[in-house]
């Protein structure tokens, strides 16, 4: 049991972080929701106009909010889901034992390195229906018949968007999959190999079970990165309705059409989105995991 001057001694170190904490994140939070309750612009022409709860039921009411939303979600669950097979895949490759293994593992993080807006900017060229590289090879090789507008198209825009995403975050997976991976003693699978189990029944029993911290973390980091995803929709499309997100909807509510207390009801809503996201994790696979 801690001593009471051991748990002052910890407050007082741990105080100063606190300080940063609420100065960077919790006063703007506050800002935040504060706001929300106003009908005002971002310019202060007007007076600001005490709404209540106005903001929050127009978005239940909005259909460009309904739309963002389901982008965000159809976005957040198809690119965190393939993101995640293939990311415990690649970490599964690297993992084991073969010549070149170091250059393979650096390789496999450059996509990540590179930064989000320089890659959706490099993909958004390459992906031209004009001069793009993706048209030319697939025309050349005869796998496309015709040259294709994957950005213009509506229903091509958002999977190519997603590939992008699953193209730059993957190697992120894997790379946190590969730190679970090294944790897991090597002695079980020298026991199950003893045994007579296969490499099928050694994933299944062994590697998945004592690997679904590090997944369920991993699930976590990438699901609240997903929901709150900008820079890479909004390089590649802009506020395109068929692919605007609820941050780039924040963003365009914000700072095209100046309205402080709807984009700020909006950020609220985001916030809260995350929060169940994450409620959700943790009620069904993640209390378990992390015991």
């Given at each position: 049991?801690?001593?009471?001057?051991?748990?002052?001694?910890?407050?007082?170190?741990?105080?100063?972080?606190?300080?940063?904490?609420?100065?960077?994140?919790?006063?703007?939070?506050?800002?935040?929701?504060?706001?929300?309750?106003?009908?005002?612009?971002?310019?202060?022409?007007?007076?600001?106009?005490?709404?209540?709860?106005?903001?929050?039921?127009?978005?239940?009411?909005?259909?460009?909010?309904?739309?963002?939303?389901?982008?965000?979600?159809?976005?957040?669950?198809?690119?965190?889901?393939?993101?995640?097979?293939?990311?415990?895949?690649?970490?599964?490759?690297?993992?084991?034992?073969?010549?070149?293994?170091?250059?393979?593992?650096?390789?496999?993080?450059?996509?990540?390195?590179?930064?989000?807006?320089?890659?959706?900017?490099?993909?958004?060229?390459?992906?031209?229906?004009?001069?793009?590289?993706?048209?030319?090879?697939?025309?050349?090789?005869?796998?496309?018949?015709?040259?294709?507008?994957?950005?213009?198209?509506?229903?091509?825009?958002?999977?190519?968007?997603?590939?992008?995403?699953?193209?730059?975050?993957?190697?992120?997976?894997?790379?946190?999959?590969?730190?679970?991976?090294?944790?897991?003693?090597?002695?079980?699978?020298?026991?199950?190999?003893?045994?007579?189990?296969?490499?099928?029944?050694?994933?299944?029993?062994?590697?998945?079970?004592?690997?679904?911290?590090?997944?369920?973390?991993?699930?976590?980091?990438?699901?609240?990165?997903?929901?709150?995803?900008?820079?890479?929709?909004?390089?590649?499309?802009?506020?395109?309705?068929?692919?605007?997100?609820?941050?780039?909807?924040?963003?365009?509510?914000?700072?095209?059409?100046?309205?402080?207390?709807?984009?700020?009801?909006?950020?609220?809503?985001?916030l809260v989105i995350i929060f169940v996201f994450v409620l959700l994790y943790m009620r069904t696979i993640?209390?378990?995991?992390?015991?």
């Amino acid at each position: 049991m801690l001593t009471l001057r051991q748990v002052r001694l910890a407050w007082i170190l741990v105080l100063p972080t606190l300080l940063v904490v609420v100065l960077v994140a919790g006063y703007p939070l506050a800002q935040v929701f504060y706001w929300s309750f106003f009908k005002a612009d971002i310019a202060f022409v007007e007076p600001p106009e005490f709404v209540g709860l106005e903001n929050y039921l127009l978005l239940f009411q909005d259909p460009d909010f309904r739309q963002a939303l389901w982008n965000t979600l159809k976005f957040t669950v198809v690119s965190v889901s393939l993101e995640t097979v293939l990311g415990l895949a690649i970490a599964l490759i690297i993992h084991s034992n073969f010549r070149g293994r170091g250059l393979v593992r650096t390789a496999i993080l450059i996509p990540w390195a590179i930064p989000t807006v320089v890659s959706a900017k490099m993909w958004q060229w390459m992906l031209h229906d004009v001069y793009g590289v993706i048209n030319v090879i697939g025309v050349k090789l005869g796998l496309l018949s015709q040259k294709v507008a994957f950005l213009a198209r509506p229903e091509l825009i958002l999977p190519a968007i997603i590939a992008v995403d699953v193209w730059k975050t993957t190697p992120f997976m894997a790379l946190l999959l590969l730190a679970g991976l090294q944790l897991i003693p090597e002695e079980l699978y020298e026991a199950a190999s003893i045994d007579g189990a296969s490499r099928w029944q050694q994933f299944w029993s062994i590697t998945l079970p004592l690997l679904t911290p590090a997944l369920v973390v991993a699930l976590i980091f990438r699901t609240l990165d997903a929901l709150r995803v900008f820079d890479v929709v909004f390089v590649m499309s802009g506020v395109n309705p068929a692919t605007r997100t609820l941050a780039v909807y924040n963003r365009q509510t914000l700072i095209d059409f100046q309205d402080l207390g709807y984009g700020s009801a909006i950020s609220v809503a985001i916030l809260v989105i995350i929060f169940v996201f994450v409620l959700l994790y943790m009620r069904t696979i993640g209390k378990e995991a992390l015991k």
